[in-house]
């Protein structure tokens, strides 16, 4: 699966005619693999992120990465053999206990499972910058300012007092996206959910019982009241983990914990968790360090009015709850398919068109299940949900949209069509979009109706004025970059064929 279309591409063009310039705000796993793929089509772009480096900061715990989006996108980039390297499938295992520590159910990977195996954070973030040109990234670059200069050219400020200008500034700068405003008001809603960010360093020798107590993979914990601890092997000997609590926004100023207070925490934590299992209590005392962390949504689904200029990737654009994983697995997802159209397309307002429909309905298929997941497992309105997900289900429905999305890509493009007829051959320019949520497009300029896929084949409906004016009712299948098919009529059936045209 792994991809090597690379290309000495130019930059799609700006509205006045010339190469147009692109901003990256953000360089997270989503921002960095945008610009990677741009710069594997030639694109010249430039990152800008707040950190001083890509290791200047604790990235946090560990991800899934899965086969129908984070792991396209990673061969997209050329980095799915890399990431399998380092990647943890053993990892992908799961148990599922209460607060009296009872197991109730458990998942382990088939042998050669590759569905959803784990990297840390911070290995993913380094992969991929690994393989950015240095000089397209900006470090120690924190956006404070993001400002229209009309003709869909904005002026970007930082706080070190640099300033750029951009005719596309892409907004993969998280949840709390100073971006985002160029496009929606949206803004993030606090899920009822609070995280306390918790590691166990050296876990095998240095807190062997709760090593043996999580075993491989993930342990998910939860009491009756929607509290829980969730932890999860890394890399290098190392647990990591969250321990989860129902509560206001504001839990720790009401009950008084300072910032650096660890002592008054493990207190608050042991208080909260009272009637939990002993043997699960180390997880709220014995962590290296604690990081809290707010569960915050953004209303799905959301969509916003094309703005010229902006755009938005990942978090910035669908922040979700973290059940199921897709938050990092969109955000790569997102970040290769915007490159392509931007490598595609002739123009930046073209590219963005084409991109942002595509990532808003797939966003919202995922952000609704996943937030409804999230505050079901914790309870957030109601009793906490039974049961323990099919995780093996997951996997296979992660290899079987794998497989439809790399067969809808296949099929998507410009195709040279030839209608065979009795009168002689004509020929058509079919443009044709195939996704999750249907087949789009136009035949010589005019919309396409009633798109569909069924299995192999796609189905659409076209009106066409010549040799007289016809609807055609047409069935396609594709094989690589040639296609054929069947055009019904009021005077009969069409047979046609056709040709891929190469991209921009």
């Known amino acids: 699966m792994e991809s090597t279309d ?28 945008c610009a990677l793929v741009l710069q594997r089509h030639g694109i010249d772009c430039t990152v800008y992120d707040a950190d001083l480096s890509a290791d200047s900061r604790d990235a946090g715990g560990t991800l899934d990465l899965h086969t129908d989006t984070g792991q396209i996108a990673l061969a997209d980039a050329g980095l799915l053999d890399a990431f399998l390297a380092v990647a943890r499938v053993d990892d992908q295992a ?8 009872t197991v109730h159910g458990v998942f382990e990977p088939e042998p050669g499972d590759s569905a959803a195996p784990e990297i840390d954070r911070g290995q993913l973030r380094a992969l991929i910058a690994a393989h950015v040109d240095p000089a397209r990234v900006r ?55 609070a995280f306390l960010d918790v590691r166990y360093d050296d876990a095998d020798r240095r807190h062997p019982a709760l090593a043996r107590l999580l075993g491989r993979g993930h342990l998910f914990a939860r009491g009756d009241d929607g509290n829980a601890i969730i ?24 009950a008084g914990i300072g910032e650096d207070d660890v002592a008054a925490l493990r207190a608050f934590l042991l208080e909260r968790f009272s009637g939990w299992s002993a043997e699960l209590l180390p997880f709220l005392t014995d962590s290296d360090g604690y990081v809290r962390r707010e569960i915050s949504f953004l209303p799905t689904p959301l969509t916003w009015p094309h703005t010229p200029g902006a755009t938005l990737l990942g978090d910035a654009a669908h922040a979700m709850g973290p059940f199921g994983g897709h938050g990092v697995n969109l955000a790569l997802l997102d970040a290769a398919e915007l490159a392509r159209a931007l490598a595609e397309e002739p123009t930046v307002e073209a590219a963005v068109r084409r991109y942002e429909p595509a990532m808003q309905s797939r966003a919202a298929a995922y952000a609704g299940p996943s937030n409804q997941a999230t505050r079901g497992f914790f ?41 065979r007829a009795p009168d002689g051959a004509r020929t058509a320019e079919l443009a044709l979009t195939v996704a999750h ?32 004016p016809t609807t055609l009712t047409c069935v396609m299948t594709v094989d690589g970059d040639t296609a054929e098919g069947t055009a019904r009529h009021a005077l009969g059936s069409t047979a046609f064929t056709g040709t891929r045209r190469p991209a921009a």
Do not use: C
Request: charged residues 20%.
């Open 231 to 254: 932890v999860q092997r890394n890399s290098n000997g190392m647990i990591r983990g969250y321990v989860a609590l129902r509560t206001e926004a504001d839990w720790a100023a009401r």
């Open 139 to 193: 470090w120690g670059h924190k956006l404070t300012g993001a400002d229209p200069l009309g003709a869909g050219r904005h002026r970007l400020t930082f706080a070190n007092g640099a300033t750029a200008e951009a005719d596309l500034v892409i907004g993969a700068d998280g949840v709390r996206s100073r971006v985002r405003r160029l496009v929606s008001p949206a803004t993030p809603e606090y899920s009822g959910v």
């Open 379 to 419: 309870g957030v309105g109601g009793a906490p949900d039974d049961g323990m997900p099919d995780h093996a289900a997951e996997h296979r429905r992660y290899r079987r949209n794998a497989a439809d999305y790399l067969r809808d890509r296949a099929a998507s493009g410009v195709w040279d069509v030839t209608f």
């Open 6 to 33: 690379t290309t000495t591409g130019t930059s799609p063009q700006a509205p006045t005619g010339a190469p147009a310039s692109i901003a990256v705000v953000g360089a997270g796993p989503g921002g960095l693999l």
């Open 94 to 101: 799961k148990r599922h206990m209460d607060q009296h520590g």
């Open 437 to 468: 949520d249907g087949v789009s497009g136009t035949l010589d300029g005019r919309p396409l109706a009633h798109g569909s896929r069924d299995g192999a084949e796609i189905r659409f409906t076209a009106e066409v004025s010549s040799p007289s």
